[in-house]
């Protein structure tokens, strides 16, 4: 076991976590995936509208990649595919039906068969949406060589759905997606976890457990890998969402596809809590933990997550629905504010300190302003790279720069609390984003 | 307080985009938030934003100002019931200050503020409140009896060339402040040059300050000798500590420029290496000239590290003129170098240079125009290490 301390970041006090135990909310009547939720697809679709699916079946391709093909995540009729601009496909809404007989298939000992077998499995069951790569975060191309493979257990996001409570039984179906996954790389595969949390998975020598220290962002696979393996230029890097582990390895050990998931709904403007639950539900399930009227609700963490209606769906890779209070306030000379508890900052700019917990809302708290680098981004941004060079090169367009200072080890979500903690509000992560989409149009 | 919020609505529909008036709206934009927050909602990416933003960080460093402006006030009045031989009380003291400072404030903010508005309008960008800053620092380095029309352009000239020309606030490439300075220094060398007694005394009034001391000495003599033998003001370490010396408006006190140091540093605002690694670079040089000192007649080499601290304004330039953000290095290994330069260069300015009694002001906009330099190699660096990995 390799312990990784991380020292800069910072861990917000928001209010609203969850605590350690499920609350049974209604059944979903419908799911819905969304082929917004995934960077750079373009999606053909192979459903139409009140088709009849059983999980796991093929619902859309990717045009580029038509090997990847995306799973129905419930069985039951196509009730609707939402249209956006230009036809794109914004939404395929499943309206449960949990009659319809699912797929259900024999399935080998995948845990000792070669790497084609693994992936040919992985293209026929529609589950390579499940693996990511970095860099440009987005789905895997089957035929790429990673590096070396990451999952990571220690979520350390603002109200993170804690998976060593979440994944609490699900031990047996971890080590068999674990060892599978090893099989696709001839690297490491690395799993990250905070503490004594899945502690029996030392046991296994194939697997190299990291044990992570420290604030947010310590647990971003991007991060971790900054620590012990960055990525250099033509690598990638796959990864697996860490509560996605017992959806492959069941499907790898006993070939059924199971699409739940433990989820927990969090945030000062609801009562919080877990829900055992299942992929891409609508959170009208949980409108009940509701107690404000005028509500954001966040598919994610507050911090990368997508802003959702409120009878929205949860995104693919998410396994948290973040609710915020929608605030319009406008306090008079706000900026010459004492302090209290409503007032959260990094810096030591409030009488009060930052240990309550807070109650944020959707407030920018301040006007976009020109950058002034007073330090701010660099305390919370634990990897080794110059991030403000770096935004300033993507800001001017400077692809071999942008390379240079290490663009391909960074994510949206590496870069979160830099715009969190930014006094003149940037938005890094977009600027991140841009940069990563000139590089990857450019190629 | 409705009524207030009336106004700002009515008027904001007034400079709406299409409105024949859309082109003041980075004004009423400034003016609107500073009365009431803004209620700008975060729209994807971070859903939740800190607290802290550019007013109130701005708003920080003037608060780390005003006891300066206080005791510079005071520091006037004092100085001149002293030239005159009469006993004043504290508040008197600082009335009569006042009467100094207050013009040249409102002369610096009306110059100010009428040069970054402009620019807003013209540029399209919106009002940083950093220029509050720039107009907050300058009267600071001015000496009292300045006259203001020199202060108007000086400050003119400092935020457009110093700032705007560049592209405003997070563009600029040398400090506004002290760009403002310096061209009054030059232009202006009657009134600002350093090395006469700058207080508010009866007509033909004149001495030397602490720096020209040495610099011009009848007789050589170590430099502490030299401050002990003046008779004129109180040349003693504690003296020049607590301020009561002649000087530009707000950087006499030391003690309250470290506490304005320590409140910023505190809040996060002013970097602390670039503080440290400047004193660090004094002392060293200083030191050293002290052992060189034996082989030469100049009396400045004599003066000892703590003295060089207390004398003049460096303590003022290196807390609140070279950790100004955007101007100064923007790496922390950067900020080491830049810090410690700026200390070497006041140094070397000040000993051997005949012209210039302070060397700070020169030395600080010397290492804004390398700071990029230095955060260039610093970035090679790391560079260099990614590239050496991707073999």
């Given at each position: 076991m390799q312990k990784i301390k991380i020292k800069k970041g910072h861990d917000i006090n928001i209010s609203g976590l969850a605590s350690r135990?499920?609350?049974?909310?209604?059944?979903?009547?419908?799911?819905?995936?969304s082929p917004q939720d995934f960077n750079y697809v373009k999606p053909k679709m192979i459903v139409r509208e009140n088709d009849k699916v059983s999980m796991g079946?093929?619902?859309?391709?990717?045009?580029?990649?038509?090997d990847v093909k995306w799973p129905a995540i419930a069985s039951g009729v196509i009730s609707k595919i939402v249209y956006g601009e230009r036809r794109a496909v914004q939404e395929i809404i499943i309206a449960v039906d949990s009659e319809i007989?699912?797929?259900?298939?024999?399935?080998?000992?995948?845990?000792?068969?070669?790497?084609?077998?693994?992936?040919?499995?992985?293209?026929?069951?529609n589950m390579w949406p499940f693996i990511t790569q970095r860099p440009f975060n987005k789905v895997v191309n089957p035929q790429d060589e990673p590096k070396c493979i990451i999952v990571s257990l220690a979520d350390s996001s603002p109200l993170a759905n804690d998976l060593s409570f979440s994944l609490n039984d699900k031990k047996d179906d971890i080590i068999s997606a674990l060892s599978v996954l090893k099989k696709?790389?001839?690297?490491?595969?690395?799993?990250a976890v905070r503490g004594n949390n899945f502690s029996y998975l030392s046991d296994y020598d194939f697997i190299n457990l990291l044990q992570i220290e420290g604030p947010h962002p310590s647990g971003n696979v991007g991060v971790i890998l900054n620590k012990?393996?960055?990525?250099?230029?033509?690598?990638?890097?796959?990864?697996?969402?860490?509560s996605h582990l017992p959806i492959l390895g069941r499907l790898f050990s006993k070939g059924e596809y199971d699409f739940s998931l433990n989820i927990n709904v969090a945030g000062p403007a609801v009562t919080p809590s877990y829900y055992k639950s299942r992929m891409g539900v609508q959170f009208d399930c949980f409108s009940k933990s509701l107690k404000l009227d005028k509500v954001r609700v966040i598919s994610g963490n507050v911090l990368t997550g997508k802003k959702v209606e409120i009878d929205r769906f949860l995104g693919f890779y998410h396994s948290t629905f973040s609710v915020i209070e929608e605030s319009h306030e406008r306090p008079f000379i706000g900026w010459l504010h004492p302090g209290g508890k409503s007032k959260y900052s990094v810096f030591n700019a409030y009488f009060g300190s930052n240990n309550n917990s807070y109650d944020f809302t959707t407030l920018q708290n301040g006007s976009n302003r020109a950058f002034v680098p007073v330090d701010a981004w660099e305390k919370v941004?634990?990897?080794?790279?110059?991030?403000?060079?770096?935004?300033?090169?993507?800001?001017?367009n400077d692809v071999d720069e942008m390379e240079q200072l290490g663009i391909y080890e960074c994510d949206e979500e590496d870069v979160a609390l830099c715009s969190f903690v930014c006094p003149s509000k940037s938005d890094v992560g977009s600027i991140i984003r841009t940069g990563l989409d000139t590089i990857y149009f450019d190629k | 307080m409705n009524f207030l919020r009336k106004i700002f609505a009515e008027s904001g529909k007034l400079v709406e985009k299409g409105k024949p008036l859309s082109w003041a709206y980075p004004v009423w934009e400034a003016a609107d938030t500073i009365f009431f927050s803004t209620n700008k909602q975060t729209s994807n990416g971070p859903h939740i934003r800190d607290n802290m933003d550019i007013k109130r960080t701005m708003f920080f460093v003037v608060i780390a100002l005003i006891p300066c402006y206080i005791f510079g006030a005071y520091n006037i009045g004092y100085l001149n019931s002293l030239a005159l031989d009469i006993e004043r009380s504290l508040l008197a003291n600082t009335l009569f200050g006042l009467t100094y400072v207050l013009p040249i404030l409102i002369i610096t903010f009306i110059a100010g503020a009428i040069c970054e508005l402009t620019f807003a309008i013209i540029r399209k960008h919106e009002v940083n409140e950093g220029f509050l800053v720039s107009c907050a620092l300058i009267p600071l380095t001015m000496p009292p009896d300045v006259p203001l029309w020199q202060v108007f352009m000086g400050t003119s000239f400092g935020i457009i060339i110093g700032k705007e020309i560049f592209g405003g606030v997070g563009t600029n490439v040398f400090n506004p402040a002290l760009t403002a300075r310096a061209f009054m220094y030059f232009a202006f060398p009657t009134k600002i040059s350093g090395d006469k007694v700058w207080a508010v005394g009866p007509d033909g009034y004149s001495g030397a300050t602490a720096l020209a001391i040495p610099a011009n000495p009848v007789e050589y003599d170590t430099a502490s000798n030299l401050f002990a033998a003046s008779t004129q003001f109180d040349f003693s370490l504690m003296?020049?500590?607590?301020?009561?010396?002649?000087?530009?408006?707000?950087?006499?006190?030391?003690?309250?420029?470290?506490?304005?140091?320590l409140f910023l540093i505190y809040?996060?605002?002013?970097?602390?290496?670039?503080?440290?690694?400047?004193?660090?670079?004094l002392v060293c040089t200083a030191f050293l000239f002290n052992l060189l000192s034996g082989f030469s007649t100049n009396a400045m080499l004599t003066i000892t590290p703590l003295q060089h601290l207390l004398i003049g304004s460096f303590l003022f330039g290196t807390v609140f003129m070279a950790t100004e953000p955007v101007t100064s290095s923007h790496t922390n290994t950067g900020r080491w170098i830049y810090g410690f330069l700026i200390g070497v260069l006041t140094v070397i300015i000040r000993s051997i240079n005949p012209a210039y009694p302070e060397g700070v002001m020169l030395a600080i906009l010397i290492m804004n125009m390398f700071a990029p330099l230095i955060d260039y190699y610093v970035i090679q660096s790391n560079i260099k290490m990614r590239l050496a990995r991707n073999v």
């Open positions: 135990e499920f609350t049974t909310a209604s059944n979903p009547k419908f799911v819905s995936i079946d093929a619902l859309f391709f990717d045009k580029n990649n038509p007989e699912e797929n259900t298939s024999s399935v080998g000992n995948l845990g000792s068969s070669p790497k084609a077998v693994i992936k040919e499995f992985l293209t026929e069951k696709l790389t001839d690297g490491h595969l690395y799993v012990v393996n960055p990525i250099n230029q033509n690598e990638v890097v796959w990864t697996v969402q860490g941004f634990p990897m080794d790279i110059y991030i403000n060079s770096l935004a300033r090169s993507i800001e001017a | 003296n020049m500590f607590l301020g009561l010396i002649p000087g530009s408006i707000g950087e006499t006190n030391k003690l309250l420029i470290i506490g304005g140091a809040c996060g605002i002013a970097s602390w290496r670039i503080i440290a690694s400047s004193i660090i670079g």
